[in-house]
């Protein structure tokens, strides 16, 4: 994937415009002891333009790539998801936090419901890696943190980018996660880009749907690596005895590789999970 190029812009002092980062390009991230850090907008996830005249003085997320991302920025925050997709409005009513990060599964009506309360919210954009770094620029601009900012978008960036040297004349092979009884993940999902960037090809493709994976389909597409979770109760043994996994190459040739799934979360901590699965999938380029 392309390296954005970030640029310092010197804003007079005078100025008193709002600048706007766009989620397609990051502007100039002002620095100076003499510039002015708000107004400040952004575009979030849904588009939306996020505006903030002052420093927040309390915060709200929900959504794990949230609080990450507050985590990482060094930012106190108050969790206000309700671990169903929606949000606990009386809480935020309590709380009146001037900005909400919010994860993208969040529901868009519970969104809204919590700006008409007067704080404003940022919707993560936490699909991919790409993504996260965008948020770690806006939101620490939102928070008057552009400084943790870069250094966090430079520590995700560097991890990445070793990753892809180690991978640059590697084959991409043919995967499926299981994230329990054959449950998984789709290819546009999070864990379907980091597949992607760690040299994989998700065979699940962009339909999977919820409850288990068709074995019929599976043996159809033929996954060379089978992933699964360090907790998982399955086996070689145990694959090679069902009739309907027995038959998969990744079960033939004994490739079924165990990953911690909690390194696969959206959030800056999951370039660690990506290392890790990309030296899954491919031994050879990190020994």
Same mark, same amino acid.
């Given at each position: 994937?392309?390296?954005?190029?970030?640029?310092?812009?010197?804003?007079?002092?005078?100025?008193?415009?709002?600048? /706007?980062?766009?989620?397609?390009?990051?502007?100039?991230?002002p620095?100076?002891? $003499? /510039?002015?850090?708000?107004?400040?907008?952004?575009?979030?996830?849904?588009?939306?333009? /996020?505006?903030?005249?002052?420093?927040?003085?309390?915060?709200?997320?929900?959504?794990?790539?949230s609080?990450?991302?507050?985590?990482?920025?060094?930012l106190?925050?108050?969790?206000v998801?309700?671990g169903?997709?929606?949000?606990?409005?009386?809480?935020?009513?309590?709380?009146?936090?001037?900005?909400?990060?919010?994860? *993208?599964?969040?529901? &868009?009506?519970?969104v809204?419901?919590?700006?008409?309360?007067?704080p404003?919210?940022?919707?993560?954009? #936490?699909?991919?890696?790409?993504?996260i770094?965008?948020?770690?620029?806006?939101?620490?601009?939102?928070?008057?943190?552009?400084?943790?900012g870069?250094?966090?978008?430079?520590?995700?960036?560097?991890?990445?980018e *070793?990753?892809?040297?180690?991978?640059?004349?590697?084959?991409?092979?043919?995967?499926?996660? #299981?994230? $329990?009884?054959?449950?998984?993940?789709s290819?546009?999902?999070?864990?379907?880009?980091?597949?992607?960037?760690?040299?994989?090809i998700?065979?699940?493709?962009? #339909?999977?749907?919820?409850?288990?994976?068709?074995?019929?389909?599976?043996?159809r597409?033929?996954?060379?690596?089978?992933?699964?979770?360090?907790?998982?109760?399955?086996?070689?043994?145990?694959?090679?005895? &069902?009739?309907a996994t027995?038959?998969?190459?990744?079960?033939?040739?004994?490739?079924?590789?165990?990953?911690?799934?909690?390194?696969?979360g959206p959030?800056?901590?999951? /370039?660690?999970?990506?290392?890790?699965l990309?030296?899954?999938?491919?031994?050879?380029?990190?020994?």
């Amino acid at each position: 994937m392309p390296l954005r190029r970030l640029s310092l812009l010197a804003l007079p002092l005078a100025l008193a415009l709002p600048f /706007v980062l766009s989620a397609c390009g990051e502007k100039s991230e002002p620095t100076g002891a $003499g /510039v002015r850090l708000y107004p400040v907008s952004v575009h979030d996830a849904d588009g939306q333009v /996020v505006t903030l005249r002052a420093k927040p003085k309390a915060i709200a997320v929900a959504g794990g790539a949230s609080a990450e991302l507050a985590s990482a920025l060094g930012l106190a925050a108050t969790r206000v998801g309700t671990g169903s997709g929606q949000l606990d409005l009386g809480l935020i009513s309590k709380l009146k936090p001037q900005l909400i990060l919010v994860g *993208s599964g969040i529901d &868009k009506i519970a969104v809204r419901k919590a700006r008409a309360l007067g704080p404003a919210a940022y919707v993560v954009p #936490d699909q991919t890696l790409d993504g996260i770094e965008q948020a770690l620029s806006d939101v620490s601009l939102l928070t008057g943190v552009p400084v943790r900012g870069r250094m966090e978008r430079k520590q995700l960036f560097e991890g990445r980018e *070793s990753v892809r040297t180690a991978l640059a004349t590697a084959k991409p092979v043919r995967v499926f996660i #299981d994230l $329990g009884r054959f449950t998984t993940a789709s290819d546009s999902s999070f864990i379907g880009s980091l597949i992607r960037e760690a040299g994989g090809i998700d065979v699940a493709g962009p #339909d999977a749907q919820e409850g288990p994976f068709p074995l019929q389909r599976l043996r159809r597409l033929r996954p060379e690596v089978l992933l699964i979770s360090t907790h998982s109760p399955l086996t070689l043994v145990k694959l090679r005895h &069902k009739p309907a996994t027995r038959w998969l190459p990744a079960v033939r040739s004994g490739r079924l590789v165990r990953v911690d799934l909690r390194l696969l979360g959206p959030g800056p901590d999951a /370039v660690s999970g990506l290392r890790e699965l990309a030296a899954a999938l491919h031994p050879d380029a990190f020994s």
